[in-house]
């Protein structure tokens, strides 16, 4: 069975994806075991990144690796956090920091005024430099008090219209099923496929 590193330190991101990817014959590995791996994300856009996580991963270790670079865009906020979610208050922030952060600026802001989207992109890079680039995204709202236990990064403040619930709340299996990473995960299966069987 061939390996395939996600480039990523983020733990609640593999737990998603190795569920997601069960039914395909690939070993997952990640970050975590390769701890020495650092990856500056300075680029521009989520693609920048995920390109730059997997194609460094690619070069460091010579495996197949899925690099995932997501976040979120409010439109009250005109787009922002964008490429800076995961740094939205300072560039260690923690989960609760960057969530009170988010409230903060949206204090005032009245509740169907708070739409927002997760934007997910994927890059596949094989080890032979082929690279397959997809998107996925998941339209919500920003709620105004943290909801759920679930999850991670800002789950608990994201509301789910079709899921009637924050993604804090939803199971794996129902997060899974409609999220930003799933919807490009789902457009990037039949490579993956195709690396296992190769
Ligand atoms: O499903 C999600 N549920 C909640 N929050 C999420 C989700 N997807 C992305 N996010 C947030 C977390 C982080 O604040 C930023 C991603 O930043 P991003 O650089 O892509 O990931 P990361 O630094 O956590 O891990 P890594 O770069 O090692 O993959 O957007
Ligand atoms: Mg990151």
Redesign the pocket.
């Known amino acids: 069975m061939l390996d395939l590193v996600i480039?990523?330190?983020?733990a609640?991101?593999l737990k998603e994806f190795r569920e997601m990817l069960s039914d395909i014959p690939l070993n997952i590995i990640s970050?975590q075991d390769f701890p020495g791996i650092e990856v500056e994300?300075n680029g521009d856009t989520f693609e920048e990144?995920a390109v730059l996580?997997a194609k460094r991963v690619v070069e460091l270790t010579g495996i197949a690796s899925l690099g995932?670079?997501?976040?979120?865009e409010v439109a009250a906020l005109g787009g922002r956090p964008g490429v800076h979610?995961?740094r939205?208050a300072g560039p260690r922030a923690s989960?609760l920091e960057?969530i009170n952060k988010l409230l903060n600026e949206l204090k005032g802001v009245p509740p169907e005024k708070r739409q927002a989207r997760?934007v997910?992109c994927l890059c596949l890079v094989l080890s032979d430099g082929r690279i397959f680039v997809e998107y996925g995204y998941l339209e919500g709202y920003i709620i105004l008090e943290p909801r759920g236990t679930m999850?991670?990064?800002?789950?608990p403040v994201?509301f789910v219209p079709e899921l009637g619930k924050t993604?804090a709340e939803a199971t794996l299996e129902e997060k899974n099923a409609v999220?930003?990473?799933a919807r490009a995960t789902e457009k990037i299966r039949k490579h993956l496929l195709q690396y296992a069987r190769s």
């Open positions: 480039a990523t330190k983020n609640g991101k970050l994300e990144n996580k995932d670079d997501s976040g979120l979610t995961a939205f989960d960057n997760f997910c999850g991670f990064g800002y789950d994201f993604l999220s930003h990473r």
